[in-house]
């Protein structure tokens, strides 16, 4: 817990300033391919998924430590050849259970949030899930546990290939000539994120494309097919939370609503977006069913809220590189309950941050339940997790600020929509 939040303490800054790079690339280009809510919206989906996997709150249902203990062939030392054999088996195994992830219901609603956005810039590389409680893939990293890798490689391995996966999501580099044969490039993964009928499921590779080559999922990118990004049900939200359970409650409610028991039940494992016979017409989902012609989402335009969103978010990342500095002091001097205190803190955060850019008349609650909530952390804990009584001040000052200025948003726009 403590070392991954040591690593976001540098990952976190440079993936911001290489979002911002993109930002002004495609302003200074006339290509701007990173709207400032939708870059607000995946950044604020970052920082909710790192939150959770800081946090540990997802399980492996089979971990590797138990797999080398009881699998091993070998035993191998830390050389360089057991860390290329590990990128490997990991990438192997990220390629399948990508695949499974958008081939079967149940597990699509895991990473329906990554293709959520209708754009597709460096920024959405960080829309990742917070939906998922349990790893059911350990398995695939057997081939690594027989021979032996160890489970602290596999730590340090796993992260990076993460990490890896972020230079490619990008519309300003075209092909890569003789490397689009080995590695996901950009335009590989262009093709990944389309939602055309050409490219649809295609390149599920992370970071080596031969993957897609050999199981029969690769696609090039056609000069004669422009790429349309997003999803067929579109989100149309900037809130990551709510986008991470869309799915599942669509599902859920299907369910429930199915009178046949078989499709109660086989409605989880049924490729993705099947539903019983006749929904489609019975409940109807909004589907894009023109890709070339749809209207992406777009909330109320306001400069003011977009200025004062991107603020939030600046105080979001601050508290959250506090949240990630102080971890060890933090669970020494108080608790796990308080380090889940704070994460439950920014994620109402994000929530109100996002809720309002979505121009909900609802917000201004939650906003409420957020003031709430932050009074309850300062009296409860006698202060904001160890920091000065000045900066405990500051906090709820500011966040009585954000109370007024959402109740203030939200009568303003109620009142252009009477209008």
Known sequence: MEQYAQILLIAMPSFVVLVLCEKMYGHWKGNDTAPWRDSISSLCSGM???????LGLSISLITYELMVEHLAIFTIQNTVLVYIIAFIVIDFYGYWSHRVRHKINMF??????????EEFNLACALRQTISSFADIFTFLLIPAALVGVPATVIAIVLPLQLFL???????????????????????????????????LDKNLGQIFIFWDMLFGTFQKELEDVEAVYGITRPAKTWNPIKINFQHAWLLIKDAWRAP???DKLR??????????????????????????????YRSAPSGVLTTYSAFQ????????????YAISSINDDFGFWALLLYGGYLFL??????????????????ELLRTAYAL???YFIGGWFGLDPLFTWSILIYQLVSLFVSIGFVAHFSRISAQ
């Open 108 to 117: 699509w609603n895991n990473h329906v949030i990554h293709h959520s956005s």
């Open 267 to 296: 409605i989880w494992f049924m490729p993705t977006g099947w539903r019983p016979e006749g929904f489609e017409e019975l409940y109807p989902v909004p589907k894009i069913s023109n890709v070339y012609d749809f209207n992406k």
């Open 260 to 262: 046949k028991i078989w």
């Open 48 to 54: 909710t998924n790192v939150i959770k996997d800081v």
């Open 349 to 366: 955060l994000v929530y109100c941050l996002t809720d309002l850019m979505d121009t909900n008349r609802y917000t201004w609650i939650f």
């Open 376 to 378: 309850f952390v300062v």
């Open 165 to 199: 996966q972020f230079w490619y999501h990008t519309r300003h580099i075209k092909s890569m000539g003789w490397l689009e044969l080995i590695i996901v490039t950009p335009s590989h993964h262009r093709v990944h994120h389309a939602i055309n009928k050409e490219y």
């Open 313 to 324: 978010l600046l105080i979001g990342m601050l508290l959250i590189t506090h949240f990630f």
